[in-house]
């Protein structure tokens, strides 16, 4: 016996619908850029990507870390700490 399954659990409308206020809150929630008072620059793109410079913090607990040291084998690090997807991922150069 077969039932009524369908591949999408929603319509493409509520899908579309869905992915549009998604798009509009992470662009519609803020872009700026701050100074701090070391002189390093934070700039924040509503969420979906921060990037420190000159922060040369250790990336949290609750985050995906990338050394960038490490990936391309850097040998000046120039302290920059990017984070994608509201701090899921850290990508540091340090």
């Known amino acids: 016996m077969r039932g009524n399954f369908s591949i999408y659990p929603m319509n493409p409308k509520t899908l579309l619908a869905l ?32 990037v420190n410079t000159g922060s040369y913090m250790p990336p949290g607990p609750i985050t995906i870390p990338v050394d960038g040291t490490e ?6 690090p120039s302290g920059d700490e990017i984070k994608l997807l509201w701090g899921a991922i850290t990508w540091t150069d340090y």
């Open 19 to 50: 992915g549009l206020c998604v798009f509009a809150a992470s662009v519609f929630s803020g872009c700026s850029t701050q100074r701090t008072r070391t002189g390093s620059n934070n700039t924040f793109l509503g969420g979906l990507a921060q």
């Open 71 to 76: 990936a391309f084998g850097r040998v000046n």
